[in-house]
C-alpha cells in the first residue's frame, strides 16, 4: 500500500528564510509525485509534479523539488519565502497509474513578515 | 478555477441527520474522486468514480456512499451523521492515469 509521510507538521520561518519540506514516501513501484498548495479557506491546488526524467522539477512561484529515488524521497525547497507564502503543504503520491492518490498529513507553514 | 463545481459550499445539520453532496467534474473529465479533510484525520481518500463506474475506494465508512450519474457528475451521500463527520470534502477530478487532480472548493459540514 501507499503511505506518505511529511516530516514537519508545523514550520514557521521570517520573510527572506530558505524553505526546506520533508516528503518520503513508501511503495515499490513507478510513482508519480506531486505537491500541492492549500492557501487559508482556499482549495488545494498544485504547486509542482514530477512523473519522469530530471529529478529537479520547478512549479510555480519559485518552488521547486528533488525526486531521490534511493531515498524515496520528495523535499519541497525555496530559496527565500515570502509572506504570501503562508499556507498549507501537502505532499502526494500516485503509485503505477494507479486509481487514488495519497496524500501525506500536510505541512503548515506560517511566515513572519 | 479549476472548472470543478462542488454544493453546497457550507452546510450544517443535526446528528442522526442525512446530506448530500454535489460535484461536478471540468469539462471531459471522467474521473471524480471523493476526500475528506478534517483536522485530526489530514486529506483522507475516501472513494473514486470513473465514466459511472466505482474503480477504488479508501477509508470510506459504510455510512457513507457515492454514485456517479450518466452526466458525470457525482453525489456523496453521508447518513447518520456524527459529530467526527464534521470535515471538508472535496471532490476532485484526475488528468488521466497520472493521478494529478483538480480540486473543487469544497463542502464544509458541520454535524452540531
Known amino acids: 500500500a501507499q503511505s506518505v509521510s511529511q516530516h514537519n507538521h508545523h514550520v514557521i520561518l521570517s520573510e527572506a528564510a530558505s524553505l526546506e519540506l520533508g516528503c518520503n514516501y513508501s511503495?515499490?513501484?513507478?510513482?508519480?509525485l506531486f505537491w500541492y498548495v492549500q492557501y487559508p479557506g482556499q482549495h488545494l491546488q498544485l504547486l509542482l509534479k514530477y512523473f519522469s526524467g530530471d529529478p529537479l522539477v520547478k512549479g510555480i512561484k519559485g518552488f521547486e523539488a528533488e525526486f531521490i529515488k534511493s531515498k524515496f524521497s520528495f523535499n519541497l525547497r525555496k530559496p527565500s519565502v515570502q509572506w504570501s507564502d503562508t499556507a498549507e503543504y501537502f505532499c502526494?503520491?500516485?503509485?503505477?497509474?494507479?486509481?487514488?492518490?495519497?496524500f501525506g498529513a500536510g505541512t503548515r507553514l506560517f511566515v513572519k513578515a | 478555477d479549476s472548472g470543478v463545481t462542488q454544493t453546497p459550499k457550507h452546510l450544517i445539520t443535526a446528528t442522526g441527520q442525512r446530506v448530500t453532496l454535489r460535484c461536478s467534474p471540468r469539462s471531459g473529465d471522467l474521473s471524480v474522486y471523493w476526500y475528506q479533510q478534517s483536522l485530526d484525520q489530514g486529506l483522507q481518500f475516501l472513494i473514486h468514480?470513473?465514466?459511472?463506474?466505482?474503480?477504488a475506494k479508501g477509508n470510506i465508512l459504510e455510512r457513507f456512499s457515492a454514485q456517479q450519474f450518466p452526466d458525470l457528475h457525482s453525489e456523496l451521500n453521508l447518513s447518520s451523521l456524527e459529530l467526527g463527520d464534521s470535515a471538508l470534502y472535496f471532490c476532485?477530478?484526475?488528468?488521466?492515469?497520472?493521478?494529478?487532480?483538480?480540486f473543487g472548493e469544497g463542502s464544509r459540514l458541520t454535524v452540531l
Open positions: 502526494a503520491v500516485n503509485g503505477d497509474g494507479g486509481f487514488k492518490t495519497i
Open positions: 468514480y470513473y465514466n459511472g463506474e466505482e474503480r
Open positions: 511503495y515499490g513501484g513507478t510513482v508519480n
Open positions: 476532485a477530478t484526475g488528468e488521466g492515469s497520472t493521478g494529478e487532480l483538480f
